[in-house]
């Protein structure tokens, strides 16, 4: 079985433009989230879901932010406007039923220019 | 809100040395994980605790629940050069999602 995997994982955008990235999670989990990391810190918790449904945001999550998880497989997270505080690494991790342990992805280092 | 403080934020160590780090919270976490960051890379999960005084290894790594279920510590024994990396603890939050420290930077002494 492969681990979580994350796609792309670097993105060099100009600020206003929208970015996409997209998370699979572990066959079986049923919980993924999405963290945000800048250089010195520990990851931070944006949003969380069950299945397909999002079940928390943190207030983090901007207006400008938005996530899916249309199947309750992979999911996708969207910056719209991107602005240069939103660079950063966006981490998805998965957990499996039952368990408290997540499991992380490599990241996605996003660069707003 | 809740925060994790951890000590010390670097480290140099030399192989064969015993390393040591600590992590402390404002608050009572009931799952306390630890996990290890290479650059460029997403954390790697090392050990999880469940229960306050628990104490667990995984190798040469052992991390321990505090009592007060506001603490947990992390010990390396006879540390190897790949034992470089940033460690991180963190506490399962009441949303599910984990809460993490600023890490421990582990650095070989030159």
């Known amino acids: 079985d492969t681990g979580v995997s994350q796609d792309p994982r670097h993105k060099i955008t100009k600020r206003g433009q929208n970015v996409t990235f997209r998370c699979d999670p572990i066959s079986e989990h049923n919980r993924l989230y999405w963290y945000r990391q800048t250089l010195g810190q520990g990851p931070e918790f944006l949003t969380y879901f069950q299945n397909e449904a999002q079940l928390e945001k943190s207030r983090l999550l901007s207006d400008r932010f938005s996530a899916e998880r249309p199947k309750g497989s992979f999911s996708t997270l969207e910056i719209q406007r991107t602005e240069q505080g939103d660079s950063a690494m966006y981490l998805c991790?998965?957990?499996?039923?039952?368990?408290?342990?997540?499991?992380f992805g490599p990241g996605t280092r996003l660069t707003v220019l | 809100g809740q925060q994790l403080n951890q000590s010390p934020q670097s480290m140099f160590i030399q192989e064969g040395e015993d390393v040591s780090m600590n992590c402390t919270s404002s608050s009572i976490f009931n799952t306390w994980l630890w996990y290890k960051q290479d650059p460029g890379e997403g954390p790697v999960l090392l050990i999880a605790?469940?229960?306050?005084?628990e104490l667990t290894s995984n190798g040469r790594l052992t991390a321990q629940f505090g009592i007060t279920r506001k603490d947990s510590f992390l010990n390396i024994s006879a540390s190897i050069p790949s034992d470089v990396g940033i460690y991180f603890c963190a506490g399962r939050g009441s949303q599910g999602n984990l809460i993490f420290g600023k890490g421990t930077k582990l650095s070989v002494k030159p």
């Open positions: 605790l469940y229960k306050a005084g």
């Open positions: 991790a998965s957990s499996p039923p039952g368990s408290n342990e997540q499991f």
